[in-house]
């Protein structure tokens, strides 16, 4: 298994309050990316990262910021945590955006907002 | 973006085949994957097809590519209850993150 690890695994907090998940990586991978998968939704993109210090938007990045400052670290931030945002996060690396290669996945983190 | 569609549910019995479809959008798509979500994990990848494939075959899993109709199918011959799990279909769009579709719910009747 790809070397990728999240924290927290579980996590409830209240409205209003500020959240930071982290994904750890040992591949040395360029490529990081957040994901949240909601019933009805399936998988979508919310930030990705192609470097260190440098990222990109998702599908659904609004009230979502993150962080890269070391290769093998991706910081995910709810500023204000809404009841919206209750889902389970992933994060994946790849070695490249190109198609050919594979997205490795972190066994996720449930995160409930109350 | 438009959205890669899959059926959410597929029930089937234990021994039977399972064929799970998929449609995508980008003709231009170099690479179409399909990945596994068992209860309480991550996604791993299960098989992928380069687009000018028409099949790949491996093992149980025979994965169908009509590039004219942007139809994707992965069927899982001899299903077993340990087969039952989250099936999402994802098409590559140049160099830019994967697009995953809603996924496809598969449980095995026993």
């Known amino acids: 298994d790809a070397g990728i690890t999240q924290s927290p695994r579980h996590k409830v907090t209240e409205t ?7 994904c750890h990586q040992t591949e040395n991978h360029r490529y990081m990316y957040w994901y949240r998968q909601d019933p009805g939704h399936g998988l979508r993109l919310i930030h990705y990262s192609y470097g260190v210090k440098d990222t990109d938007k998702g599908e659904v ?29 992933f994060c994946a690396i790849s070695e490249s955006a190109r198609s050919s290669y594979e997205q490795y996945f972190g066994p996720g983190t449930r995160l409930t907002v109350t | 973006g438009e959205d890669v569609e899959q059926s ?18 980008d003709s231009s798509s170099t690479y179409l994957y399909w990945y596994k979500q068992e209860p309480g994990a991550g996604l791993q990848l299960l098989t992928y097809i380069f687009s000018n494939m028409d099949m790949k075959q491996d093992q149980r899993l025979t994965v169908l590519l009509n590039k004219k109709d942007k139809h994707l199918s992965l069927r899982i011959a001899d299903t077993q209850t340990g087969d039952s799990a989250i099936y999402f279909c994802a098409e590559s769009r140049g160099n830019t993150p994967l ?9 095995v009747i026993a």
């Open chain 2, 8 to 25: 959410l549910f597929l029930s089937v019995r234990e021994g039977d085949s399972s064929v799970i479809n998929c449609t995508y959008t």
């Open chain 1, 16 to 22: 209003g309050t500020p959240v930071t998940l982290r």
């Open chain 1, 61 to 89: 990045s609004d009230g979502y910021s993150v962080s890269r400052s070391k290769t093998e670290d991706f910081l995910l931030t709810l500023e204000s945590a809404t009841s919206s945002q209750t889902s389970v996060y």
């Open chain 2, 99 to 107: 697009v995953f579709g809603k996924g496809t719910r598969l449980s």
